[in-house]
């Protein structure tokens, strides 16, 4: 019988990231998955980040994840979206080469101590009372292990669907993965059913590139990660397409062949990027939506038309490609398909992603109702510190709303459940001003310093990365007067008195570069770091807004909701509500405030008898 | 999980009257209406039965209702007995209730408290109901009553909604914009966070519902022996007084509260202003104080002569009855506070001012908490119409949100703890 502190099953996103997050923690830990060839695959979209899911990558990073590094090994177009806007809602994005991003995840996995790959097909759960005591896996192989991290994506009930034909997911070990799916059902866990889609495949050597608008990679020079110093990949163009009338006319007339409208599928699916018989559907009176033709790597001819996702039949999808500019002689490699598949109703998991009726089993990634690789990551990211800190007898990084976006969402998840694949978004972060993008490891690293799972590299890195905020602090807090800041041409009145330079930072147009004359070489020791303190000082009276909202909120987070807390007693709560806060479970107050349908009056009920039982 | 005592309380007026009604509400509720009527009504429907005491004595013959709870007012079970509105029956009833076990009189507004503790009210409403039991004056009850009844919460939930919507637009703009619904925010945009703004703007600049608690403040000033104690007198007196919050008489500024015609006053009178240095350090005290009362105003009598008076004061042409008696040119009331003559239509006058001055029967007021909640929307909004970056705009509709929320008590905080544990003495 093999021992282990965490075990981890599933080798995607989020496995990845949880079995080194525990790995990092001290935890010895096993990765156990299908094949372990197949760990750091994508599974559709070679893109990373993303507006709201940049920020995920840079969290994931910033707590020495895997993701962020790999992306910027695999990238061959960077694009920072939304650059027209405040930095808190830039979205850093990268096009990946598929194999040289699974390169770059198998080596992290390979070189991380701690860490035992194991191949093969989780087949059973071994509990001790309610608890986690084990894993079986179909060769009989047994684990002893008390901390479990499933991270299984789409593997429970999961069916593709391409126009009339149907396939079971499981892909290889169909029976195994049935036999641990009947388990988590026989647990009586709360599922339920969602739908994800993927668009087809082009030969890029079949595309009229000559045609199309181009879309290069961003000039500068800005990467995922810090610790990757600059770009290492030849950077290659997108094209820009559209889909068309006489396509649209294709899509309606063969909608009775499509799973969606034949009622073949009827869980939701993601609002946020819908298949494109959806966008018709919805949307009829539009003469053509945008499709972004984005090379899948350097050594292929693959091509992965962003936009078009879709479960119509494949004479259906060739039509509907051939009809749009550039792609007329286009080949599809590979038909798109739509998956439906169960996950688990993630409001039966507490904040560290534990399946609160299975102590010692945490579920994270696609299994939980979330959709895409960053939120996969996070998650997976969240569950293995978590579960790591249970096994030590120590703490993870205190994560919450106002510091990450990872908070965020496990706190949307837990409180709110899903009713379409949760995908992240920078309106979901009430304190978007603080949590960007470029501020990431200044919110997180220390934090992950300080509960042991940051590596040698990195904290080197942060070592002297505080040092240089130190001496840009001293900088920032000379002083000088509006006549000086003048006379060098910016836009400040004369009359305006001396102030320290962090405050200067606040006008439009004070920027740090022309505050040359005072910060003198300093920028250039860290430009990244520059940039973001003086988008600090410009947010700085808006920051100093919330944090009086958040010492309130702190107040409401003191008071302790214990999970088995009657509501049903509580009087003046409708049935909807005792039923939504009974499948929540809020840890606080705080949290009650944030399950959808509690009104003020419930809230006062709610603080009166949390009281009362107190004192008791 | 309620709370375990069951009160009791007369909820008509005094006796003696029609009918008295007398509310129990509490776990023991049940108990109380089996131990005087001797049996259980149909919920929710009037019954008639006679109440005994302990010792079978007939009591009264009493409709008696019977709410389950939690659907009540309070949250409770909660239950209704109509009696005779003599003092001695009632007495009797409220005894008979008064010896069963877990049950004891309410105290003010505790009816009120339990409800917002069980969740029926949200915090406007219950601060209308608190307004509701302290009203003295019928300008102050319809006030408080349209509070309690969630006019403001209604309001308030309907602006909220509307902010909702625009945030939705700015954030669409924000998240979306790498998709094809990237247009700007539309033309419309900044006009709808404008209108609104005017909206909250209108509710601020109505009178503060405190203002219903202090009355309409007159002050009489002059010099001494201009007449303003008599005329005071004459104004206050036959009045029905109300216990106002303000302090009352110092030894130089003597405060009234009364009602006129329902509406509440508080009337003011000073000690004389003097021109030039003060006598002795005591007076000047006196006078400050009196500078103090002229400041805080709503109406000034002023009784000096004409044209020397603060800035907007009424020309009082006070004494008429007197020998030596200056006319004023400009007097907007003549008067003697010996005759009568002229006081009934100041009274008049002074009524329709107050009216003008304080909020409006049945119409929603703020107290000042809600009235800040609101300004802070209201500024939060002003600065959104004025911002370009979206980012920011986003930032200060949410303010604006949380600003609301927090005036019903959505936010969970502050707010919500300092009423419930200072205003209505919950928890302890
Ligand atoms: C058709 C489709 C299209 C998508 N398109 C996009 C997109 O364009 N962009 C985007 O960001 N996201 C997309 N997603 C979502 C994204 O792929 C997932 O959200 C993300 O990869 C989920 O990560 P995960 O780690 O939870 O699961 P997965 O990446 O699915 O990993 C699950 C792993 O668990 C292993 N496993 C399962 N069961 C067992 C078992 N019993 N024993 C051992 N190993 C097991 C599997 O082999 C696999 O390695 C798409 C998903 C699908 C299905």
Known sequence: MHSFDVLVIGGGHAGVEAACAAARMGARTALVSFDLAAIGAMSCNPAIGGLGKGHLVREVDALDGVLGRAADAGAIHYRMLNRSKGSAVWGPRVQADRLRFKAAVQAAVRGQPNLTLVQGEAAALLLEGERVAGLELADGTMFHVKHLVLCTGTFLGGILFRGEERFEGGRIGENAAHRLAQQLRGADLPMARLKTGTPPRLDGRTIDWAVLEEQPSDGEAWTMSPLTPRRVNPQVFCAITRTTQAGHDAIRANLHRSPLFLGAIAAAGPRYCPSIEDKIHRFGDREGHQVFLEPEGLDTHMVYPNGISTSLPVDVQEEVVRTMPGCGRAVIVQPGYAVEYDHIDPRALTPDLQVRAIPGLYCAGQINGTTGYEEAAAQGLVAGLEAAAAALGKQAPALDRANSYIAVMVDDLTLQGVSEPYRMLTARAEYRLRLRANNAATRLTGLGIEEGCIGEERRRWWERREATREMFHVKHSQRVHARELADLGLPVRRDQGEKPLAEWLRYDGVTPEALAPWLGEITALDPLLAEEMAEDAAYAPYLARQDAELRDLRASEALPLPADFPYAEVPGLSNEMVERLSNAAPGTLAAAGRVPGVTPAALSALLVHARRRLAA | ?428
């Open chain 2, 1 to 428: 999980m309620s709370a375990a005592e069951t009160i009791f309380a007369l909820s008509s007026g005094a006796p003696p009257a029609g009918v008295g009604v007398i509310r129990v509400s509490g776990p023991a509720a049940r108990e109380a209406v089996l131990a005087l009527a001797g049996r259980m009504p149909e919920a929710r429907r009037a019954s008639l039965a006679r109440l005994r005491d302990s010792n079978g004595a007939l009591l009264d013959e009493a409709l008696v209702l019977w709410f389950p709870g939690p659907n009540t007012a309070t949250g409770e079970d909660l239950a209704e007995f109509h009696c005779h509105g003599g003092r001695a029956v009632i007495a009797a009833v409220e005894g008979a209730l008064a010896i069963l076990d877990g049950v004891r009189r309410a105290e003010p507004g505790e009816f009120t408290r339990r409800a917002f503790a069980n969740g029926w009210i949200d915090l406007a409403e219950a601060e209308g109901l608190a307004d509701l039991l302290s009203a003295e004056t019928e300008l102050q009850r319809a006030a408080a009553l349209a509070n309690a009844g969630g006019a403001l919460s209604r309001q308030v939930e309907a602006w909220r909604e509307r902010v909702l919507g625009l945030s939705a637009e700015v954030e669409g703009v924000l998240d979306f914009s790498d998709e094809e619904d990237s247009a700007d925010l539309p033309e419309c945009f900044t006009w709808n966070i404008a209108a609104l703004a005017g909206e909250l703007g209108e509710w601020l600049a109505r009178p503060r519902s405190e203002r219903l608690g202090e009355g309409f403040r007159v002050v009489l000033a002059g010099p001494p022996n201009a007449g303003k104690s008599t005329l005071f007198n004459a104004l206050v007196e036959s009045e029905a007084a109300i216990t106002s919050p303000i302090a009352g008489t110092t030894r130089d500024v003597i405060e009234r509260a009364v009602a006129i015609a329902g509406v509440p006053f508080t009337f003011v009178d000073t000690a004389g202003l003097r021109e030039g240095e003060a006598a002795d350090p005591i007076e000047a005290i006196g006078i400050d104080r009196a500078r103090g009362a002229l400041a805080r105003a709503d109406a000034v009598l002023w009784l000096g002569a004409e044209g020397e008076g603060p800035e907007g004061a009424w020309e009082i042409a006070a004494q008429v009855d007197r020998a030596g008696f200056a006319a004023k040119t400009g007097a907007h009331f003549t008067v003697s506070a010996m005759t009568g003559e002229g006081v009934l239509g100041l009274k008049t006058a002074l009524v329709e001012a107050a009216r003008a001055g304080l909020p409006k029967p049945g119409e929603a007021a703020l107290n000042t908490r809600q009235h800040a909640r609101l300004a802070e929307a209201a500024e939060a909004l002003e600065a959104a119409r004025a911002l370009a970056d979206p980012l920011l705009v986003a930032e200060e509709l949410r303010r604006a949100r949380l600003a609301f929320d927090r005036l019903i008590g959505r936010a969970t905080t502050e707010d919500m703890l300092d009423t419930l544990f200072g205003r209505f003495c919950i928890g302890k």
